[in-house]
């Protein structure tokens, strides 16, 4: 199982992401893109103003066109300080969101750490897709897309993390590891995988529907807002920054968190503690070691 962070690489880490964010801000700012934030960084401006205090990423979202258009901003602009991974870029990517990652630095997850990509501390991006208002294609689309983005994770990882113990987890294991290997046997396209993931997710953005949603989800139908409690847009506190988010979360938030505003127990506490961490060369803003306190 993953380790946990010591206190003083979180606090460090924390601290580059939010430099990270002010350039993302800044970016999203100057060229009037619509952004917000979801997840736990969602319940994190709810509950504690900022990071939630073991979190350890920051996941944001767009509207599918305002998504690729940073993504070619972020390279265009920023190139020099930050890379974008996604499919597109890297066909080995076995996810549908896409990073902006900090040169010079490396976070391999232990879920990723034999995916043959370069892996560095990141923003987390989330392209929301139009989806239509009736429920038996909406229920379609959303399973389709689910299913095709578990075929690209196997695609590249045999034994993706789970979070599951006993004979339960070796039984999912097992049929993971068979499905891998089909997958292999029958020279299945990385690229072509992702493709067909990516028509069933835009097949209503010609459309004026009444719902956004992000369906490569890890469960299907939780990453769905409606574009009334999306918009407008309404700016909360994140540590020292001001950013976007829903309107309305609470919909969101409890469909994939239930009481998101009660903390967890401890053991339930979860993070992405890497199997690699490196910050390379990279001075952090903004973070001043702590000294350790003197042993009697």
């Known amino acids: 199982m993953p380790e946990k962070y010591d206190t003083q690489t979180l606090k460090k880490l924390q601290s580059l992401e939010l430099e990270m964010l002010e350039d993302f801000v800044s970016l999203c700012e100057k060229h009037r893109l619509r952004y917000f934030g979801i997840g736990g ?14 979190d350890d990423d920051i996941d944001l979202a767009f ?7 940073f993504c070619r901003l972020v390279e265009e602009e920023m ?15 076995p996810l549908f969101t896409a990073r902006m990652m900090r040169r010079g630095t490396t976070f391999r997850e232990y879920s990723m750490k034999d995916v043959d990509c370069e892996f560095g501390i990141f923003l987390d991006l ?13 229920k379609f689309q959303a399973i389709e897309v689910w299913i ?4 690209l994770i196997l695609r590249s990882i045999p034994r993706p993390h789970l979070f599951y113990t006993g004979l339960k987890a070796k039984l999912i294991y097992a049929a993971c590891g068979m499905a891998h290997r089909l997958l292999c046997a029958l020279h299945i396209s990385k690229r072509g995988l992702y493709l067909a993931g990516k028509r069933a997710c835009t097949r209503y953005n010609g459309m004026r529907t009444s719902r956004l949603a992000y369906l490569p989800e890890a469960r ?5 807002i409606n574009r009334s409690d999306l918009y ?5 506190s994140f540590e020292h920054l001001k950013l976007y988010f829903p309107h309305d979360m609470h919909e969101m938030l409890y469909a994939y968190y239930g009481d998101y505003m009660q903390l ?14 490196d910050f390379g060369n990279v001075t952090v803003r903004g973070y001043t070691p702590e000294k350790e306190e003197e042993t009697l």
Not at 220 to 224: E, I
Request: hydrophobic letters at 25%; charged letters at 25%.
């Open 41 to 54: 960084t969602g319940i994190g401006a709810l509950r504690h103003k900022g990071f939630i205090p073991w």
């Open 63 to 69: 509207p599918r066109s305002d998504y690729e258009r």
């Open 79 to 93: 190139g020099d300080k930050y890379q974008i991974l996604s499919a597109e870029t890297d066909e080995n990517y």
């Open 126 to 138: 989330y392209a929301y897709d139009s989806v239509p208002d009736n429920d038996f294609l909406m």
């Open 148 to 151: 095709i983005s578990k075929l």
């Open 220 to 224: 299907p139908f939780t990453s769905m």
């Open 232 to 236: 407008p847009l309404k700016k909360l």
């Open 264 to 277: 967890p127990p401890e053991e339930k506490r979860y993070n992405h503690c890497p199997y690699q961490l």
